[in-house]
């Protein structure tokens, strides 16, 4: 398996080095996506793909009476997640999961915002998981999806050539991916880096 294997699932060694490299190389993008969700300081939020933590950290001080749950399906980035929020996760408002986004264990209707930075490149089967992240918000409820690549250049072709699993989604294409799922106003934002954000609301049935 080759290094950059590790952005799709974190394992061993080179996993604990892609999460930590994560943190710091997200970080623009992160914080560029975070300006278009609106959560109140109480909101319930939920990252799915969680890495290495740190966005959950700044979900947790954007929501600063709220709580801040986690899931990936890869032990190392649960772990890094864990440390990276082990004072939040003391203070009871913090928990993070070792699991799928497409086969939740979280209520129906629980969370007010669900985000996923840099992560829907590698999630199996799209439709369902965005049918489990709709199941899970509250009608009304924000879903924000954050990547570094648009799907719009060349460029991105280069990384799905290095990474196994790898699908660049187009700012359209997510979009009815999404109202497919049960999502309405869906907004696409993209700046001169060619970053990519597209965020829906809950639809009522």
Same mark, same amino acid.
């Given at each position: 398996?080759?290094? *950059?294997?590790?952005?799709?699932?974190?394992?061993?060694?080179?996993?604990?080095?892609?999460?930590?490299?994560?943190?710091?190389?997200?970080?623009?993008? @992160? %914080?560029?996506?975070?300006?278009? =969700?609106?959560?109140a300081p109480d909101a319930k939020v939920l990252d799915c793909g969680c890495g290495g933590g740190a966005n959950?950290? %700044? =979900?947790?001080?954007?929501?600063?009476? &709220?709580?801040?749950?986690?899931?990936?399906?890869?032990?190392?980035? !649960?772990?890094?997640?864990?440390?990276?929020?082990?004072?939040?996760?003391?203070?009871?408002?913090?928990?993070?999961?070792? &699991?799928?986004?497409?086969?939740?264990?979280?209520?129906?209707?629980? *969370?007010? @915002?669900?985000? @996923?930075?840099?992560?829907?490149?590698?999630?199996?089967? =799209?439709?369902?998981? *965005?049918?489990?992240?709709?199941?899970?918000?509250?009608?009304? &409820?924000?879903? =924000?999806?954050?990547?570094?690549?648009?799907?719009?250049?060349?460029?991105?072709?280069?990384?799905?050539?290095?990474?196994?699993?790898?699908?660049?989604?187009?700012?359209?294409?997510?979009?009815?991916?999404?109202?497919? @799922?049960? *999502?309405?106003?869906?907004?696409?934002?993209?700046?001169?880096?060619?970053?990519?954000? !597209?965020?829906?609301?809950?639809?009522?049935?």
């Amino acid at each position: 398996m080759s290094f *950059f294997e590790n952005t799709r699932k974190p394992v061993g060694l080179g996993g604990k080095l892609m999460v930590a490299m994560m943190n710091l190389g997200h970080s623009p993008v @992160a %914080r560029w996506g975070l300006q278009f =969700l609106n959560a109140a300081p109480d909101a319930k939020v939920l990252d799915c793909g969680c890495g290495g933590g740190a966005n959950m950290k %700044r =979900l947790l001080k954007k929501c600063p009476q &709220g709580i801040v749950k986690g899931i990936d399906y890869s032990p190392v980035s !649960v772990e890094k997640t864990k440390k990276v929020n082990e004072t939040a996760i003391a203070e009871g408002r913090c928990a993070v999961l070792q &699991g799928s986004v497409a086969d939740m264990i979280f209520a129906d209707d629980w *969370f007010d @915002a669900v985000t @996923a930075f840099e992560t829907v490149y590698f999630w199996p089967d =799209l439709p369902q998981c *965005f049918r489990e992240v709709c199941r899970v918000l509250k009608t009304g &409820g924000t879903f =924000l999806i954050c990547n570094e690549s648009s799907g719009d250049t060349d460029k991105d072709e280069k990384w799905t050539e290095i990474i196994g699993g790898m699908t660049i989604y187009s700012g359209d294409e997510l979009k009815t991916f999404l109202e497919n @799922a049960g *999502f309405c106003n869906v907004q696409i934002h993209k700046n001169k880096m060619d970053w990519l954000c !597209v965020t829906g609301q809950k639809r009522e049935e």
